[in-house]
């Protein structure tokens, strides 16, 4: 089996003209007839191809001491994949905040895209919290998902996803499970508190396992990638990964399958966003970039201001915020509490983007991060990653248009 990683700069302008000229999206397909839990997320990924090893690397990136990733061949009913373990070498009682998540993740040695992703997870986890417990995001209390085995679980699941380099993710009706579960809390019913609020508003069954099938790391993860829920694309399967649950189950595998292949839906992908809108003209204007550092940093898409005339004529600025469905909890929160405003619009819109590719580029200045955009099975657009051109300015001594046009030059020529 061909192990899929990260691409790396030592790939050659070969590999970078074979992405190029592919036409179809890739898909990656969660079927969660059973469920899924951030292990058997990674055990289904590590089936599907992922390289341990370079699994283990990138983790390591972490600076997180105490512990070991294991992963061994298991059957549930017959059917084989892999199950994946987070064992502890040391005991940690550690009781985290989303910042202290954040400064791990943020200290690392990882890519940009993989802590982005990271967070974005974390970040569903922490609104789901924040409104179950009726406190603000910044004082949620993680205790399970504040582990090393959850951090890795999170971490994992972004630097498989990021190395897979799909378009799009779909995701199939989600069973929840039924009966308790224990955690810091205390006993809780299944889906847990947290579960619940995460996976509102895309399908989900219960009672069809008597435990605990889908967890709120879980259903963060399918959340966050997702891009489509509740049926399967029409897909030519290249691999089937299986990630192993812990549990058994007399009846039905407790397993995570996933199906990564290709389609030829290659032009539009839409899915369910969210628009939040308020108009304000009584505060101070240097607190505009604050608070949008802020809605950005929660993970919100898109924030932006417009001018505008009120009433009585007076000016003002109409602050928009775009984001997806499940987080709008949390940036409301900020906008209420950091705007003078007493008041928003809150819609629920499609929101169509082209297909996009990641890839790692020649350049004069090395391999440089390349985002490009297709529609119809033709690139229409390319750019190169601001903050890896801006780096290079910066460490050269050279202006950023140089070496913007000098990359964008390159990118001409490899195609």
Not at 78 to 89: H, N
Not at 279 to 291: C, L, Q, R
Not at 311 to 316: F, Q, V
């Amino acid at each position: 089996m061909n192990k899929i990683q990260s691409l790396r700069p030592e790939q050659s302008l070969t590999v970078f003209v074979k992405l190029y000229l592919r036409i179809n999206m890739r898909v990656l397909y969660y079927d969660c007839f059973s469920g899924i839990s951030g292990d058997m997320n990674l055990g289904a990924m590590l089936d599907l191809g992922i390289d341990i090893s370079f699994l283990r690397a990138e983790l390591g990136k972490l600076k997180l001491e105490g512990w070991e990733l294991l992963a061994e061949s298991s059957q549930r009913h017959g059917i084989t994949g892999t199950k994946v373990s987070v064992r502890q070498t040391r005991h940690e009682h550690a009781h985290r905040h989303l910042d202290d998540i954040e400064k791990i993740i943020n200290g690392s040695a990882l890519s940009t895209d993989v802590k982005d992703l990271s967070m974005k997870i974390f970040m569903k986890i922490a609104g789901a919290e924040a409104e179950v417990h009726g406190i603000p995001v910044d004082h949620v209390h993680f205790h399970e998902v504040g582990a090393v085995d959850s951090i890795v679980d999170v971490v994992g699941a972004a630097i498989c996803y990021t190395a897979l380099g799909v378009d799009t993710v779909h995701v199939s009706e989600v069973e929840l499970g039924s009966g308790f579960v224990d955690c810091d809390h205390g006993r809780l019913p299944v889906p847990a508190p947290a579960t619940s609020e995460i996976v509102k508003g895309i399908p989900v069954k219960l009672g069809g396992v008597d435990f605990e099938a889908t967890t709120p790391t879980g259903a963060a993860i399918l959340t966050t990638l997702g891009t489509k829920f509740g049926t399967g694309p029409e897909l030519t399967i290249s691999k089937t990964g299986y990630g192993i649950g812990h549990k058994e189950h007399p009846v039905v595998p407790n397993v995570l399958r996933v199906f990564l292949g290709e389609t030829g839906e290659n032009q539009i992908q839409g899915h369910k966003a969210v628009l939040m809108e308020t108009n304000i003209d009584d505060m101070n204007p240097e607190i505009y970039d604050h608070i949008s550092g802020k809605l950005f940093k929660a993970g919100a898409a898109d924030v932006f201001f417009t001018q505008v005339i009120m009433k009585k004529g007076r000016p003002g600025v109409k602050l928009s915020v775009i984001c997806e469905k499940g987080i709008e909890g949390k940036l409301k929160e900020i906008i209420f509490t950091e705007s003078t405003t007493v008041g928003m619009r809150t819609f629920e819109f499609t929101k169509d983007t082209l297909v996009r590719e990641i890839l790692r580029v020649n350049t004069p200045y090395g391999e440089v991060t390349v985002k490009r955009s297709i529609f119809g099975g033709k690139q229409v657009s390319a750019k190169p990653e601001y903050e890896e051109c801006r780096k290079i300015a910066s460490e050269r001594n050279i202006p950023l248009k140089e070496v913007y046009n000098d990359i964008m030059s390159a990118i001409a020529n490899n195609k």
